[in-house]
């Protein structure tokens, strides 16, 4: 099985950045398109960004211009660096990674999910 492993939340003020991780491990070969999510409370559990394993980025329209996302595929690793951060973007953020019908792989995984936290 895939296990995926988020680093780097933290607290920062309004404005300030942060980078957060992504480290697959496991049954590697089964993950294609990796990508972020967030969760604020109270709210579903929305899209943040992707990219494709040829690095091949897409943003939401409110992550575009502020966030970045990269990959490491020999790290099978990928990052999500988050500049001019608001009080709006306080969730917990999780990493995901998307097998498609790639069989002996299930269709998509998931990471425990890292706390980022925005004071104004």
């Known amino acids: 099985q895939v296990q995926l492993a988020e680093f780097g939340g933290g607290l920062v003020q309004a404005g300030g950045s942060l980078n957060l991780s992504c480290t697959a491990s496991?049954?590697?070969?089964?993950?294609?398109?990796m990508g972020w999510y967030r969760q604020a409370p109270g709210k579903e559990r929305e899209e943040v960004a992707s990219?494709?394993?040829?690095?091949?980025?897409y943003y939401k329209d409110f992550a575009r211009g502020r966030f970045t996302i990269s990959r490491d595929n020999a790290k099978n690793t990928i990052y999500l660096q988050m500049n001019s951060l608001k009080p709006d973007d306080t969730a917990v953020y999780y990493c995901?990674?998307?097998?498609?019908?790639?069989?002996?792989?299930?269709?998509?995984?998931w990471g425990q999910g890292t706390q980022v936290t925005v004071s104004s």
């Open positions: 995901n990674g998307e097998a498609g019908l790639r069989v002996g792989c299930r269709p998509t995984y």
């Open positions: 990219i494709s394993s040829g690095g091949r980025p």
């Open positions: 496991g049954d590697t070969i089964c993950i294609s398109d």
